[in-house]
């Protein structure tokens, strides 16, 4: 701090002013500092800097219980707080718009080589690099090793907002939402002028085309139940010919209303996207009947897992499941009619676990080996995962009326290659 006493000419006292080196006034220092160390002069115990203290400095009464409050205001009731503020001021002031600039030389193949480079879509591979410490605009020499084996930089076009962007598979079908960036692409660019850029993908507009493609590692990327649902089935509406954008702004303002995105999809997994679009959302709606949340993020790899959850998707929400029973007999039972059984089970996907039950028909084939086939499903029941499973299975038959059970234990799940 700087402390002014302003006296008249025989000493007697006028008023005191305290300029606190804080905020603007410490940015000033700073700023000098930086200009001196870019212009290589060191020897800064010969610099002087000057502050107009009327209008920088806090005026108080020139005595000591003045002086003494001046301080007291400047400083707080919290000393440590102050101390932190003031290290992150001097840490920080200055570089709120960054703070490492580059400079990269690079080849540039042609006009749409250009846009994706400027896009965000493909990589700088620099030529020559050089990178430098912006501080209140003023750089110098960077000395850091952040770009030490840098052998790409990605840039990122300027944000004007936020946008949502709603992918349809065609009329009354549900829809995949997200909440994405808007960027504009620089002026000198003639193509393309919008690109919405999501954690998952990255949509480019060029009207009247229009360009969906996602980004990362899809396997690996570990992603919520909701996001991987939403994504996927985005995907297999895309993949199908039929997908549909429909773009508004956070004020409500309507960007782009069912854009149809005709280019063909390309990728892993295309054939799968319907079977893993109603799994997912068929697993969403029994942990929302059992009353089950799932927040846990997961990789590809768990929904390849799956079997088992799978299986009761199949059974309690598919009206012609493609899952079914064979037995080669059914112990202490002579049939020739059909019978009714309860089977039940317990499953999970990530961290979200049910137990449920489903009534079983089971008819005699005439053939052999396996003598009797399941023919129709009935859903009985969906909890979150019970402790006791073979109690909750015999409640569950006897609330049903049925006295043959399929235990799981005795169940060996055969998944087609």
């Known amino acids: 701090m700087i402390v002014v006493f302003r006296l008249r000419s025989d000493g007697e006292p006028v008023a005191g002013y305290l300029i606190h080196l804080l905020g603007d006034e410490l940015a000033r220092i700073l700023k000098r500092l930086r200009q001196a160390e870019a212009e290589q002069r060191f020897d800064i115990n010969h610099a002087s800097i000057s502050f107009d203290y009327v209008k920088s400095g806090r005026h108080f009464t020139l005595t000591p219980d003045g002086l003494r409050g001046a301080l007291e205001k400047a400083c707080g009731s919290d000393p440590t707080a102050y ?3 003031k290290h992150r001021q001097l840490a ?8 490492i600039e580059a400079e990269a030389l690079f080849w540039i193949e042609g006009p749409e080589h250009l846009n994706r480079v400027m896009l965000g879509l ?3 591979k620099p030529k020559r690099l050089a990178a430098f410490d912006a501080r209140f605009g003023v750089r110098i020499p960077y000395k850091g090793n952040l770009f030490d084996g840098v052998e790409e930089l990605m840039l990122t076009p300027p ?3 936020r946008c949502r962007v709603a992918i349809r598979g065609g009329p009354f079908t549900t829809a995949s939402v997200f909440d994405t960036d808007l960027h504009v692409t620089p002026p ?4 393309p002028r919008l690109v919405l850029r999501h954690a998952d993908f990255i949509i480019t507009l060029e009207p009247p085309r229009v360009s969906f493609e996602t980004t990362g590692t899809f396997d690996e990327c570990g992603r919520t139940l909701d996001e991987w649902t939403a994504l996927i089935r985005a995907l297999c509406y895309l993949a199908s010919g039929t997908g549909t954008l429909s773009i508004t702004r956070e004020s409500g303002e309507v960007v782009a209303s069912s854009l149809p995105v005709t280019a063909p999809l390309d990728g892993p997994y295309l054939g799968q996207l319907p079977d893993l679009t109603r799994f997912l959302e068929g697993w969403q709606q029994l ?4 009353g089950v949340t799932s927040v846990a993020r997961f990789p590809m790899d768990t929904i390849w897992d799956g079997k088992e959850a799978g299986l009761a998707v199949d059974l309690l929400l598919n009206p012609q499941p493609r899952g079914y029973f064979e037995f080669e007999s059914l112990e202490g039972l002579r049939i020739e009619e059909a019978v009714d059984a309860v089977y039940f089970n317990s499953c999970a996907l990530a961290d979200a676990s049910i137990s449920y039950s489903v009534r079983v028909t089971l008819e005699p084939t005439g053939e052999l080996p396996w003598r009797y086939r399941s023919t129709r499903f009935q859903p009985l029941d ?11 299975g015999a409640e569950r038959a006897a609330a049903s009326g049925i006295a043959v059970l ?3 234990a005795n169940v060996t799940l055969a998944v087609p290659s």
């Open 83 to 85: 101390i932190t503020e």
């Open 92 to 99: 920080e002031l200055g570089y709120e718009a960054g703070t």
């Open 122 to 124: 493909a990589p700088i």
């Open 159 to 161: 944000t004007v907002g």
């Open 188 to 191: 000198f660019l003639s193509a």
């Open 287 to 290: 942990i929302v009947k059992a």
């Open 382 to 392: 969906v909890q979150p995962a019970v402790l006791d499973l073979d109690e909750y």
């Open 406 to 408: 399929i235990n799981p």
